[in-house]
Structure formats: structure tokens, C-alpha cells
């Protein structure tokens, strides 16, 4: 068994930094590409960051230059760095990853619960 679990969400003024996290645990072989996406109030959910097991990661047009996504291979990790944050930037984050288990070569895409983050004064 899987599990993703996300921390960090909360609520921030216009302008202000939050820093998401996200863990995943259980029978893991390898991870490749682990990524966020965030979901608004009526709006489908989107892609926010990726970054796969090697090579360069892929931001959202509309967080380029304020969120900043990174992993730690050894602990099984992603964070998400966001500043310069927008009222608009209001949704829940989810985390993702594409894993295969100890039980077989596929990989599988997991997600975790999702976590709330309000931008607002």
C-alpha cells in the first residue's frame, strides 16, 4: 500500500510564502515524476509543478517565477515553494506521484489527500 500525505497548506496574506509538502510511504520501488496540481471552487484541476526523476521541471504559466518545486529522492519528497502569493492562487494542492511497488514493474499514479491553501486579507 501507497499513501501520499501533504502539510503546509494554511492561510497567507496577499504576498506571502507558503511552503507545501508532501510524503510518500509504503512499499515503494522507485519514483518517477512527482508533481502538484491544485483544484479552485467550480474550476477543474490543473497542473501547478512537475518534476520528473531527471531532467528540468515544468511550471504553470501562471506560477512561473514565484512557485518553486523540489524532491528529495532519498526521503521520497516533494516540496513546493510558493511566494509572491495571489488571491487567485486560492485552491487544494494535491501532491502526485508516479510509483512502481515492490509487487510488480508498473507504475502507478498516487495521489494524496489535498491540502487547503487561502490567500486572502
Known amino acids: 500500500q501507497v499513501q501520499l500525505v501533504e502539510s503546509g497548506g494554511g492561510l497567507v496574506q496577499p504576498g506571502g510564502s507558503l511552503r507545501l509538502s508532501c510524503a510518500a510511504s509504503g512499499s515503494i520501488f522507485s519514483i518517477n515524476a512527482m508533481g502538484w496540481y491544485r483544484q479552485a471552487p467550480g474550476k477543474q484541476r490543473e497542473l501547478v509543478a512537475l518534476?520528473?526523476?531527471?531532467?528540468?521541471?515544468n511550471y504553470a504559466d501562471s506560477v512561473k517565477g514565484r512557485f518553486t518545486i523540489s524532491r528529495d529522492n532519498a526521503k521520497n519528497t516533494v516540496d513546493l515553494q510558493m511566494n509572491s502569493l495571489k488571491p487567485e492562487d486560492t485552491a487544494v494542492y494535491y501532491c502526485?506521484?508516479?510509483?512502481?511497488?515492490?509487487?510488480?514493474?508498473?507504475?502507478?499514479?498516487?495521489w494524496g489527500q489535498g491540502t487547503q491553501v487561502t490567500v486572502s486579507s
Open positions: 502526485n506521484a508516479d510509483i512502481r511497488t515492490e509487487r510488480g514493474p508498473v507504475y502507478y499514479r498516487y
Open positions: 518534476i520528473p526523476s531527471g531532467g528540468s521541471t
